[in-house]
């Protein structure tokens, strides 16, 4: 799963992939050359997984993995350049980074700050993007289908006018309903306003609170889209610090939290996933699927030959294990399921695979 983070220039789209991968890139107000784009694959902090370690001290703890890339600051209007978009199609998730800090010595890319303002323009373009992929894709198939009918081109040609006609009122991909097959016949388009979107709004250090209450910047009930706040200068200050310096500095700023903890709360929800873990002979080990998925689905994602050979899943929730201390215990108490392939993972599952 990777998240990519883009915006307008300057808008502390690096000091946040810092914040999220505790990368320490420099930050400067004016640029030097484009350095960007940056990547890190990261573990998901998980504190769930850190308790169940703690049962098996000698077993090594593998984390699942997310990654991030913090792209170059694009200029108005240019998100639909085939060389930005390359880098948004791959994404998983979108991460817009929003300037609503004041900093003479930072330039912004208008005269002004008006975070709700730079929020639209940015979805008018992803919107945009879109609109110009989804009509170049029309005149050609139009052109095809006049040549020789098909029955398939015809399906793709129906969903495309029925995307078209909503971008055109500048509704997002994301909120429409679509139907599994459909949504099969465009995946390979990779629609900007198809993907979960989260505004990250960079906050003035003397405006802290606004941490706790983004909505007040911008209001959005946009489907599989959030606003979330932090501010880059004060977090990458606070992240210097360790142990009880960072939790007395974070009390003092009110804050109640990091913004990876918040980030991928959020982003873990709109991508609608979930996290089971498994304990191996060796290593404890956190996976991150889809939610609904069954539980050959899950085999699946260990390895194809457990999915082939499934026999049936041993589950038992986390926090249940934890408190009983041990497989052998659990099972004792009769406290682990026996389930099937059809079995529909839940999130804080721990599961082991029987198979042949
Ligand atoms: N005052 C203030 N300055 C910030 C904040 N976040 C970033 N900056 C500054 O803005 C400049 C650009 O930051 P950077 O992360 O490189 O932005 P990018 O161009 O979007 O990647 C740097 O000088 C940062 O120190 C903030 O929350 N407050
Ligand atoms: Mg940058």
Not at 204 to 214: A, G, K, M, V, Y
Not at 240 to 249: A, H, I, P, S, V
Not at 321 to 339: H, M, N, T, Y
């Amino acid at each position: 799963m990777n998240f990519t983070l883009f915006g307008y220039p300057k808008t502390g789209k690096t000091t946040l992939f810092n914040l999220l991968t505790g990368a320490k890139i420099q930050v400067k107000s004016y640029d030097q050359g484009k350095k960007e784009p940056h990547a890190r694959t990261c573990p998901v902090p998980d504190q769930r997984m850190d308790e169940l370690s703690k049962l098996y001290p000698e077993k090594d703890k593998i984390p699942a993995q997310i990654d991030y890339i913090d792209l170059a600051g694009v200029s108005y209007g240019e998100i639909k350049n085939e060389s930005y978009l390359d880098y948004l199609r791959k994404a998983d998730g979108l991460t817009h980074v929003v300037r609503n800090f004041q900093n003479i010595q930072v330039p912004h890319h208008k005269d002004q700050i008006n975070t709700p303002e730079d929020i639209q323009s940015i979805e008018q373009e992803i919107i945009l993007a879109d609109l110009i992929s989804v009509e170049s894709r029309l005149d050609k198939l139009d052109k095809e289908l006049q040549k020789a009918r098909s029955s398939e081109g015809e399906k793709e040609k129906e969903i495309l006018e029925k995307i078209k006609s909503s971008l055109e009122q500048a509704v997002p991909i994301r909120s429409l309903t679509l139907k599994p097959a459909e949504e099969k016949l465009i995946r390979n388009f990779a629609f900007l306003s198809q993907k979960p979107l989260i505004h990250m709004v960079n906050v003035d250090e003397t405006e802290i609170s606004l941490i706790e209450t983004p909505e007040k910047i911008f209001a959005s009930d946009e489907k599989k889209t959030s606003i979330l706040a932090f501010c880059g200068k004060i977090e990458s200050e606070i992240l210097e610090l360790e142990g009880e310096d960072r939790k007395e500095f974070m009390e003092e700023y009110g804050l109640k939290e990091l913004s990876i903890s918040r980030f991928l709360r959020a982003s873990y929800q709109l991508m609608d996933v979930i996290t089971f873990f498994t304990i191996g002979k060796e290593e404890v080990k956190s996976w991150t699927i889809q939610r609904n998925s069954t539980a050959l689905q899950a085999a699946g994602k260990i390895h194809s030959d457990i999915e082939k050979g499934f026999i049936r899943a041993e589950v038992i929730p986390w926090d249940v294990l934890l408190e009983l201390g041990s497989f052998q215990e659990a099972r004792k108490c009769g406290s682990i399921r026996l389930e099937g392939k059809d079995y529909l993972v839940q999130d804080g599952d721990v599961v082991y695979f029987r198979f042949s």
